[in-house]
C-alpha cells in the first residue's frame, strides 16, 4: 500500500456527502480480501472493493468503512505475527488515520448490528460481512438499497481528484495503445502485442483495468485468447485500459490493420464505424439521454451500411426494427469511474435512471446505462461493426432484416470480422471532453503509427 497515494481530503469530503445523503443512518463499506489463486499463500492481488476506495482513498485489505452521521471510522485488522518478515513493516494505525482523514480502529472492535452495506461480489468478504451484522448481505434491506442509492449519487458525478485519476488512466492507457500499434506486425502473436501495451502500464506502477482483448477475432466480443497469429491482412482489436495507481479506469479500444495498410473494403468498414462513433461523440453534452446517443451511433452505422448496398431501405425503419444489431449488438458504452463498468456490482441501479428500464429488443437490451447526461460524469462512447457467425447464422435473428440484407453486399466484406472504436468520455458544463483524444484514430492516422 502506497499511503503517498492518499486523498484524505477529498474522501472526507465523500464522506460527508455521503452521511448527508444517508440522514444519520449508518453504513459500512467493505474493502474486501484477495481470493487465493490455488491455495491461500498464493492470493491474486488485492484490489479494493471501488465503494471503499472511493471513501477512503486507499486499498486496505479487510478493512471497514463505518460512517454514520458526522462520526466516521476505519477499522484495520492489526498486523499478524510474521506480517513484518514476510511483508515488512506495515504502516500504523496513525498512518493510516492521517492518510484516510478519520480515526482508526482495530477491526475487533467493529460492532455492527443494523448498519446498512453493500454485498461483496467475493465470498470470503461476504462471510466477513455476515459475522459484522449478523445478517446475510445477500438479501438486501431497505437501508440497503438507499445506502445504494447514495452511493450512486456520490460516485455519478466525478469531483476534483476523481477527474485527475481519469486523467491519469488515460494517460496511461494512451501510452499502452501507441505502444500496441507500434509492436505489431504480421507473424507476431497477439500476446506479443499485449505485452508492449502492459508494459507501459507496468513502468507506470499501472495495472490493466480489466481482462486485456488483444485479437485477430474481433467478433468475438470479449475474446480473452491471446495466442492467435497475426497474418497479413488481418485487423487487430485491442480493447485495453490502465487503471491508475489511485484505481481509476481507462477504457480505449482501437482496432488497426496488422500489416499497417487497411484494405479497401476495411478502410470503407473502419470510416462507417467512425462515423458512428462521431455521431454519438456530437451527441454527448449535459441534458443528452444517453440512449439517444446509442441510437445516434446506430443510426450513423445503419447510413454507412445503406450507402456500402449492406442493408437497402429506410434508415429509421431498420434502427427502429433493431436490424443494426445484427452487426452492433451491443450497448454504445457504460459508466466509467473507480470500475471499468462503473458501479455495475449494483446493476441497473447505477446504469439506468429511475424508472427507466432495459429494452427487450435484442441489442439495446445490452445498453448497461440510460441516464440523462450531467456535467462530470464519464462515459466511454464505443460503437462497432461485427460478423458474428451465430448471430448472422440464425434465422429468427435476422428475420428483423428479411430482404433488406443484401448477403451478396455483405460478402464483399469478408475481410471484416470486428471493428470497434471506443474513447473515454467526460462531460463538460457546455458539451463534453475526450480524455482519450491523443490515441490515433482516423483510418490515417492508425496506419501510420502501426507503420511508423
Ligand atoms: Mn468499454
Redesign the pocket.
Known amino acids: 500500500m502506497d499511503l503517498d497515494l492518499a486523498v484524505p481530503g477529498a474522501a472526507a469530503a465523500r464522506r460527508d456527502k455521503l452521511a448527508a445523503a444517508l440522514g444519520g443512518r449508518r453504513a459500512l463499506l467493505f474493502a474486501g480480501q484477495a481470493p487465493p489463486r490455488n491455495y491461500p499463500d498464493a492470493p491474486y492481488p488485492f484490489r479494493a472493493s471501488s465503494h471503499f476506495l472511493y471513501f477512503v482513498g486507499l486499498g486496505i485489505e479487510r478493512a471497514v468503512l463505518d460512517v454514520q452521521g458526522d462520526e466516521h471510522t476505519l477499522y484495520v485488522e492489526p498486523p499478524a505475527q510474521g506480517d513484518a518478515l514476510w511483508h515488512g513493516p506495515t504502516p500504523g494505525l496513525d498512518d493510516l488515520a492521517r492518510a484516510a482523514g478519520c480515526p482508526v480502529r482495530p477491526l475487533g472492535e467493529l460492532r455492527a448490528e443494523g448498519a446498512a452495506t453493500i454485498p461483496a461480489v467475493d465470498l470470503a468478504t461476504r462471510s466477513q460481512q455476515q459475522a459484522a451484522l449478523g445478517r446475510s448481505p445477500s438479501t438486501p434491506t431497505d437501508a440497503d438499497l438507499a445506502l445504494a442509492d447514495a452511493i450512486i449519487a456520490c460516485r455519478l458525478i466525478h469531483d476534483e481528484a476523481a477527474i485527475a485519476g481519469l486523467r491519469e488512466a488515460a494517460e496511461g492507457t494512451t501510452a499502452a495503445h501507441l505502444a500496441g500499434m507500434r509492436a505489431t506486425r504480421p507473424g507476431r502473436r497477439a500476446f506479443h502485442v499485449r505485452a508492449a501495451m502492459e508494459a507501459t502500464m507496468t513502468e507506470r506502477g499501472m495495472t490493466p483495468a480489466y481482462g486485456s482483448i488483444v485479437t485477430v477475432h474481433g467478433e468475438v466480443l470479449h475474446d480473452h485468447a491471446h495466442h492467435h497469429l497475426l497474418s497479413d491482412g488481418d485487423l487487430l482489436l485491442a480493447d485495453v485500459g490502465a487503471e491508475s495507481r489511485g484505481g481509476w479506469a481507462g477504457?480505449v479500444t482501437r482496432t488497426w490493420p496488422t500489416s499497417g495498410s487497411f484494405s479497401a473494403t476495411q478502410r470503407a468498414m473502419y470510416e462507417v464505424v467512425l462515423g458512428a462513433q462521431r455521431a454519438a461523440l456530437a451527441a454527448v453534452r449535459p441534458g443528452a439521454r444517453y440512449r439517444d446517443v446509442h441510437l445516434a451511433a446506430a443510426r450513423a452505422l445503419t447510413r454507412g451500411l445503406v450507402d456500402l448496398g449492406v442493408f437497402r431501405g429506410d434508415v429509421d425503419e431498420l434502427v427502429a426494427d433493431g436490424a443494426h444489431a445484427l452487426f452492433f449488438p451491443h450497448g454504445v458504452?457504460?459508466l466509467l469511474g473507480l470500475d471499468?463498468h462503473d458501479m455495475e456490482d449494483l446493476g441497473d441501479r447505477a446504469g439506468y435512471a429511475p424508472g427507466r428500464e432495459r429494452s427487450p429488443q435484442f441489442g439495446l437490451c445490452y445498453l448497461r446505462m440510460d441516464r440523462d447526461l450531467a456535467p462530470g460524469m464519464a462515459v466511454?462512447i464505443?460503437p462497432g461493426f461485427y460478423q458474428v457467425p451465430a448471430i448472422l447464422g440464425d434465422a429468427e435473428l435476422t428475420a428483423v432484416a428479411g430482404d433488406r440484407l443484401d448477403r451478396a453486399a455483405l460478402g464483399r466484406f469478408a475481410d471484416v470480422r470486428g471493428i470497434r472504436i471506443?474513447d473515454d468520455v467526460l462531460v463538460t458544463l457546455d458539451g463534453h471532453e475526450v480524455l482519450t483524444a491523443a490515441i490515433p484514430k482516423t483510418a490515417g492516422d492508425v496506419e501510420a503509427c502501426v507503420s511508423g
Do not use: F, P, Q, R
Request: overall charge negative; cysteine-free.
Open positions: 477504457d458504452g457504460h471499468v466511454t464505443e471506443e
